[in-house]
């Protein structure tokens, strides 16, 4: 596993710091733009956990808390890289055009009612985690939105989290605000913002678009410049604003 030079740039910018007095520390110095993208190999945390050292930590502390509570937190998925990211996006790519003969914009614009873009998943920063309860009995899919609705089997975990995830810094993404754009409502995914700030901060002072429209995979070739612009806008930016 590549290991980050995080000590070295860290330190490095300390001197800069003590030899230029007022100078402050630009913390997106300290992510680079593969590892944004989810194309460079992270330290990850913990069997089933997956998360960078602090965010895991967090995470363990929630879960012992939730635990005395009756609820089992239990992560459906946390880190992706862009590889996963990308299988994931050119199967549906392909479900979309080919089975369903859907138009490859029209096909693009389902996808990412739920999926990401390669490369603009928050799952690729090791911050970010889908989470239910481990206890009750349920059919079918996890992650779906009634569920976590009174009367679904995760209304007990909607409302301890609702009432407890941010003492441990972990924040809804995707929220049920009307107004928001971009990803429908997942009640399930949480962010841990000491990292996942100074990550997306970074992330949006690169050109992502230019970024995006220089990527091969499947589907790939049908973004536009003005599509992207939305989409970085709707779906990367228009979330809960404790994030941003
Ligand atoms: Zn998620």
Redesign the pocket.
Known sequence: MQRRSFIKKTSAAGIAMALVPGITLNQEMEYSIVELMGKTNIELYGEGINLRKKAHDAFLSMKRAAYSDGIDLKIV?SFRSFQRQEIIFERKFITYTEDDEMEPLAAIDKIIEYSTIPGT???HWGT???VIDGYPKTNGDV?VPEKFESGGPFENFKKWMDENSVIYDFHL?YTDNPKRRGFKY?P??YSYAPISKPMLEAFRSKNIAQLLQLEEFYGAEHFTIGFLKNYIQNNILDINRNLL
């Open positions: 998925s998943s928050r799952h970010d985690i889908d992650l993404v997942e399930w995914h």
